[in-house]
């Protein structure tokens, strides 16, 4: 099992340093003016919170409370001054220590309304506004015990949060006065995700969820019990498709529970579950358009995702037919979508099942056809986990195994999986669903 699951007794818990407002874009003078244009032609801004970071960001009901939410709520006034708007949108989305600065590298925020900690590392990849509060940094123990400072701590076991400054404050503290003091992290399993209904997106309360993520979250329960770790929380962190391989090999998650396409090309590199669907991918095009099949697409320009196996698969199927089919990529299925439905590519390729929701929460769903005709070899859906750590795969698949058999698995695809059979899409192309397991 993954050793970062090791339960540990005695444990201190550190507190804050130096907190500021990280923003990708808004600080000051120097915020470009790309991210000014997006957010006037949006007319919405996206703000980032956490449910826990007391005074500064909390949920309080369904509406996030705290001194710098009041901070961002004073941006957002300036903004429309600013961009003379009278009306702009906030989308909130909710993050945590490990996730914060994926979701500003992703553009998923524009803005983190939480308290963040400065350091050069995280400077490379994000900008940071002034800062708003100064603190120093503390360490928590029990009453009955002496210690005073980090010298008396030597020998001891340490609990610091992952994903947070302390971790690298704590391992520099320790090897400047050549401690011996057991850092550990805490009971963590970080699982990523993307938007991808039916099976991993957040719902209109922030709420990560779906039928992957449900998978997920029962495989945690199981591991809560097998390691007898009630503390064992769950984080979701948002990755894209190009940064989901290195995010689990850099042990940034633990494993990814958005869709990952079981493929003989990616096990040298990762780990993959049992396969709990199998999808096939489908063009998607603007009815008028009266595309049937790949071969209508010759010597025009399509859409797909970059970094996924719908690419390898057209690719493939171009190069064979000698199309001569031009792509251009997105980062999001949702971004390729789009460049299909504003004309900016005359198809979009994808896999039926992730096709119906986009279709379907589209303004005019009526516009969009599918194809009968699929691309390429069949989808199969697993859960990627890394490769050097058999035990925890053993365990997942031993998971999956009961589950698939329980009456469970069976209210969890007819709750997120049958909803978009074409059938009740009324599709054009009936042929097109498949639905497997």
């Not at 600065?101 to 308290?115: E, R, T």
Request: hydrophobic share 40%; net charge positive.
């Amino acid at each position: 099992m993954s050793d970062f699951f090791r339960p540990v007794k005695g444990m201190l818990t550190i507190f804050a340093l130096l907190i500021v407002l990280a923003t990708p874009c808004l600080a000051g003078s120097a915020l470009p003016l790309h991210t000014l244009e997006q957010i006037a032609s949006k007319k919405s801004i996206t703000l980032g919170y956490q449910d826990d970071a007391f005074p500064f960001s909390w949920q309080n009901g369904n509406v996030p409370a705290g001194y710098s939410i009041d901070i961002c709520n004073s941006i957002v006034s300036a903004l429309k001054t600013k961009l003379q708007l009278k009306n702009l949108k906030v989308e909130w989305v909710k993050a945590n220590s490990a996730s914060q600065f994926v979701l500003i590298k992703n553009h998923m925020a524009d803005i983190m309304c939480i308290p963040a900690f400065y350091s050069k590392s995280r400077h490379s990849i994000s900008e940071f506004s002034l800062p708003f509060y100064f603190s120093s940094t503390r360490f928590v123990m029990r009453k009955n015990k002496n210690n005073d400072n980090l010298t008396e701590l030597s020998g001891h076991s340490v609990l610091v949060k992952s994903g947070t400054i302390y971790v690298e404050q704590l391992q520099k503290v320790n090897a400047t006065n050549d401690l011996d003091i057991n850092i550990q992290n805490n009971s963590v399993l970080n699982v990523g995700y993307r938007q991808l209904p039916p099976f991993s997106f957040t719902d209109h309360n922030g709420k990560v969820t779906g039928y992957t993520i449900a998978v997920c979250n029962m495989i945690a329960d199981k591991l809560r019990q097998y390691l007898k770790l009630n503390n064992l929380t769950i984080h979701y962190i948002p990755v894209n498709f190009a940064e989901r391989f290195s995010a689990l090999n850099s042990r940034k998650i633990d494993m990814d529970c958005g869709v990952n396409t079981n493929a003989p090309e990616r096990t040298s590199s990762v780990s993959f579950s049992e396969n709990y669907y199998t999808a096939k991918m489908r063009i998607i095009s603007l009815r008028k358009n009266n595309i049937q099949s790949i071969a209508d697409l010759k010597g025009r320009t399509v859409s797909l995702t970059g970094s996924s196996k719908d690419l390898l698969e057209f690719n493939k199927a171009n190069r064979e037919q000698h199309l001569n089919i031009s792509t251009i990529t997105s980062t999001t299925i949702k971004g390729a979508f789009e460049k299909m439905a504003h004309n900016e590519s005359a198809a979009f390729f994808v896999d039926d099942i992730l096709a119906w929701p986009l279709i379907n929460h589209s303004e005019q769903p009526e516009l969009f056809s599918v194809s009968s005709e699929s691309i390429g070899n069949d989808m199969h859906y697993a859960i990627m986990m890394r490769k050097n750590d058999p035990q925890f795969v053993t365990f997942v698949d031993s998971t999956l195994k009961d589950f698939f058999a329980s009456p469970a698995n069976v209210q969890l695809r007819k709750k997120w999986l049958s909803p978009w059979s074409c059938e009740k899409l009324k599709n054009p192309s009936p042929g097109s669903c498949q639905h497997s397991h």
